[in-house]
């Protein structure tokens, strides 16, 4: 016990003494806290520039484009009745998006007519689209609801029951509250990877081999930093910028050991194989975004090919962000995610012992 000790407090103070190592595996993660979320503490576009063509320039339009006018997602940049001059400032990216209220709409309506507003959206910002798709959607629900109860003697036409979407995480349906909660997991995995890898090929430089006990003191000390970095994320970060957070609390209690033990490991055998501490960082720069994007959140799996799906299930950075989504913005029970802690500890457990024999042996090459 007196050398895991003496060995767990060198670890920090090598850290501590290698300005890089400790920017990265510490520090880094308080900058990322505040830098990711801030970017996007405006959850979702507001103000989007949009025209309105309008032929027939009568009052239910007019009553149509006071309430579009009224919605905080769209901005009426021009009201004109010629479809041709509206396409262009499309095309010019003048705006995002073309509302067309034809010449015959108040006759279909009055008659209780399926069609007669049109909406031509860019599909150069898909966040875009869907905000402006959004914010005309009610406004024209409205304004003909309310146009057609004054007609209800004289015609069938009946408004089409709204369809209202809660979302069961995510509240706000911001983008901040999306991505973060999946950004959070890898970069404490990266950060992990990165900072453990040049403490490790610095060792390695002084023809290093650890005994077993400064084997496990290291990977208790890393274990350490991890967990209090994924606490810190998923305790004051989401709570700070009001994400959703503490679905299920006890489960991310668990699940973080068992995924930080899963990222030492991984990093220790590869890590095994450098021979300068820069290394690590050439890794990073071609690994980040397809961690990213294998792990289904940017693109669901399913649209997938089968072979990507495969490879994005067996990373555990995908198993580990999937699982805290589940557990801190979902709240899913235990028993859901078990299998995904399951796997993170087998392959965890298996590459320690890999990365063990690695980094004893004499012969690393």
Known sequence: MKDFLHFYCKTFKDIAANSSILTTLVLSVFVYSFFYPTAYKAEHAES??????????????????????????VKIVAVTGNFAEAEMMVKTQQADGILLLPENLSNSIHRGEVGGVGLYL??????????????????IEYAIAERAQKFGDISHF????????????????????YIFPAIAPLIIYQTIFLGLSMLIAGYRLQN????????????????T?????????????????????????????????????????????????????????????????PLFLLSGTAWPHAAMPQW????????PSTQGIQMFIQL?????????????????????????VLGYFRLTKHDQK
Not at 159 to 167: F, G, T, Y
Not at 211 to 220: D, N, P
Not at 308 to 315: D, E, F, K, S, T
């Open 122 to 139: 860019s599909a150069a910002y898909f966040l875009r689209t869907k905000q402006i798709g959004l914010g005309l959607a009610t406004s």
């Open 308 to 315: 990507m799906q495969w490879l994005g299930n067996i990373l």
């Open 328 to 352: 801190n913005q979902m709240g899913v029970p235990l028993n859901i995610v078990i299998p995904k802690m399951i796997y993170l500890a087998t392959l965890g457990a298996g590459l320690l």
């Open 48 to 73: 989007l520039p949009i025209v309105i063509v309008d032929e027939e320039q009568s009052m239910i339009t007019s009553t149509i484009i006071g309430e579009v006018s009224k919605s905080p997602n």
């Open 158 to 177: 009946s408004p089409a029951l709204s369809i209202h979407q809660i979302p069961l995480f995510n509240t706000m349906s911001g983008y901040g509250s």
């Open 225 to 289: 930093i991890g967990c209090l970095g994924c606490f810190y994320l998923f305790g004051f970060t989401f709570w700070f910028y009001d994400y959703p957070h503490g679905g299920n609390f006890l489960g991310m209690l668990i699940g973080v050991p068992i995924f930080i033990s899963c990222v030492i490991g991984l990093t220790m055998v590869i890590a095994s194989f450098f021979d300068i501490p820069e290394r690590a960082g050439h890794v990073i720069v071609f690994t980040s975004i």
């Open 208 to 223: 290093w081999r650890p005994s077993k006990t400064e084997f496990f003191a290291i990977f208790s000390a890393i274990l």
